[in-house]
């Protein structure tokens, strides 16, 4: 595609949708029971796609509304997404301690609140934490915060050396990189955490690169026949039973590098410039949903686990974490409106 100027692009219904189904599909995946076979393997591998979803439009809404970015704007970005990332570590830290005493043994890997601090803050796990954005326990789902902020912290560099035109090439060959290692981490067995397939190096970066290349684009991309981007973004999620080097351990199925770009693509292209009544407030209940989720999702998995009850109550744990989500999402912004009146 060649590029062209920049429109101003302030707001996307559509890609807001796009965040919500994927947020909403990200509870699914840590709500639901396990799936097996064929079937199983294609929803499981569908709901990997959110994370490659969430840098591209991330990366899409980079720059302003005209289409430019500034040092400013870059500092501001970083500085909120890091002290978001900050509280929530903190926040799903103190929430697996508290939560180990009263299910002892229930969380996978810790036998007590003690080991658990213990894994937190050793060496190991702090350097993983920097380097991969390892987050153990329950808060491991805070890997896409954590890989999100050193991406933005990237993605401003790369800004201020004016690399821009490297944006495609560098995202290609890291996007390369990883398919690489998945590859080769299944043919021979390998057998290492998943933070080292899903980091900023190997998805953030690459996937906001090319998110903010898309941007200037919108063009070309409404010339790109809908049932072609449909068609791809669909079939593209449930390539997993196909491919002879999956076997349910890779992070990422190949299919979903085509299905992310292309649902991203269409929902640029349906969405509108204008909000609609639902966008905004949509736009703002898809993060809290995301980052809130696992408060309400592992007390109702580990209560289910530690007293033997029937395991069909799993399903119930995902409309219900959604609605308690949804709830406090209300109740925050009513006491905010409030306190703004006085």
């Not at 807001?16 to 509870?27: P, Q």
């Not at 702090?126 to 890997?143: A, D, N």
């Not at 744990?317 to 609605?323: A, C, E, K, N």
């Amino acid at each position: 595609m060649r590029s062209e100027a920049n429109l101003e692009v302030r707001s996307n219904c559509a890609l807001d949708l796009l965040r919500l189904v994927c947020a909403v599909a990200v509870v699914f995946i840590h709500s639901a029971p396990g799936f097996y076979g064929a079937a199983g393997q294609s929803i499981n591998g569908a709901l990997h796609v959110p994370p490659l979803v969430f840098f591209l439009i991330s990366g899409y809404f980079w720059r302003d509304a005209r289409g430019e970015t500034s040092r400013e704007r870059c500092r501001r970005r970083f500085v909120k997404t890091l002290k978001v990332t900050v509280f929530w570590v903190v926040a799903y830290m103190l929430f697996t301690t508290a939560l180990v005493y009263p299910f002892h043994g229930e969380l996978p890997g810790m036998d007590s609140a003690g080991e658990w601090l213990r894994s937190f803050f050793s060496a190991d796990n702090l350097v993983k934490m920097v380097l991969v954005q390892r987050s153990p326990g329950v808060g491991t789902h805070l890997w896409y915060m954590l890989a999100l902020t050193v991406a933005q912290l990237a993605m401003w560099g790369l800004y201020e050396i004016k690399a821009t035109r490297a944006r495609l090439p560098l995202a290609v060959a890291l996007i390369a990189a990883q398919i690489a290692v998945q590859w080769t981490f299944c043919l021979k067995g390998w057998n290492f955490g998943a933070e080292f397939l899903r980091n900023a190096w190997l998805t953030g970066l690459p996937w906001m690169l090319v998110g903010d290349w898309l941007r200037g684009r919108e063009e070309s991309i409404c010339r790109i026949p809908t049932a072609l981007l449909a068609a791809v973004g669909v079939l593209g999620l449930f390539t997993a039973p196909l491919e002879f080097w999956w076997g349910g351990t890779a992070e990422y199925p190949l299919g979903l590098y085509f299905a992310a770009p292309a649902l991203v693509m269409l929902a640029i292209k349906l969405g509108t410039n204008v909000d609609r009544p639902w966008a905004r407030p949509v736009r703002a209940f898809t993060q809290p949903l995301y980052l809130w989720h696992m408060l309400f999702v592992m007390p109702m998995k580990t209560a289910i686990t530690a007293l033997s009850l029937n395991g069909n109550l799993w399903w119930l744990s995902m409309p219900v974490t959604v609605l308690l989500c949804l709830g406090v999402f209300q109740l925050k912004r009513r006491l905010l409106a409030r306190r703004a009146r006085g």
